[in-house]
């Protein structure tokens, strides 16, 4: 059964960068899946932050694309997130999670089946 | 902004039936994903695809699509089904909150 744990700092200051790790325990990261970062600001709604591919292909939101880089360490069995030039809008909880993208006739499936407890982020000086 | 839209908040009687909504232009080549998420929980996969249960979800839930709609329906909801919904397809909608009265 595949386990995701988050882990990174707690806290960071403004201007700075945001680094996250996935590890991924259960399976391998080169499975057929693309690995995800998801975001929840305090008492708002889940925001998709990005995923990547074992074989480093990435898709990021158009809204944080020029600041985010997510990377996979297959060595590790890890993912790896970067926000940089963070502002308090970024506190949030941080979520990583195993998608699973399937094409049909006219149709795509695109879900998160395995999420991780998620990790608090402070934005703070 | 969400490209997703939900409505905020529903509520259902005990042992009613409820259907939530999600539109967007997305939905017309995706079908869409369902979490729930409890207060201080991690989201959990309830719905994915034309109308599939991850084991363990029980079979009251339930999806649809069409055209630029999804829909989650709970046959017959339960005190523990009150939670955030969220659907999904890659982008999140804003999601609903569902209170079972």
């Known amino acids: 059964q595949v386990q995701l744990q988050e882990s990174g700092p707690g806290l960071v200051k403004p201007s700075g960068t945001l680094s996250l790790t996935c590890a991924v325990s259960g399976g391998s990261i080169s499975s057929s899946n693309w690995w995800s970062w998801v975001r929840q600001p305090p008492g708002k709604g889940l925001e998709w932050i990005g995923e990547i591919y074992h074989s480093g292909s990435t898709n990021y939101n158009p809204s944080l694309k020029s600041r985010v880089t997510i990377s996979v360490d297959k060595s590790k069995n890890q993912f790896s997130l970067k926000l940089s030039s963070v502002t308090a809008a970024d506190t949030a909880v941080y979520y990583c999670?195993?998608?699973?993208?399937?094409?049909?006739?006219?149709?795509?499936?695109?879900?998160?089946?395995?999420w991780g407890k998620g990790t608090t982020v402070t934005v703070s000086s | 902004s969400s490209e997703l839209t939900q409505d905020p908040a529903v509520s259902v009687a005990l042992g009613q039936t409820v259907r939530i909504t999600c539109q967007g232009d997305s939905l017309r080549s995706y079908y869409a994903s369902w979490y729930q998420q409890k207060p201080g929980q991690a989201p959990v996969l309830v719905i994915y695809?034309?109308?599939n249960r991850p084991s363990g979800i029980p079979d009251r839930f339930s999806g649809s699509s069409s055209g630029n709609t999804a829909s989650l329906t709970i046959t017959g909801a339960q005190a523990e089904d009150e939670a955030d919904y969220y659907c999904n397809s890659r982008d999140f909608g804003g999601g609903t909150k569902l209170t079972v009265l």
């Open positions: 695809g034309k109308n």
């Open positions: 999670a195993r998608g699973l993208v399937l094409a049909t006739p006219g149709y795509y499936y695109y879900y998160m089946d395995v």
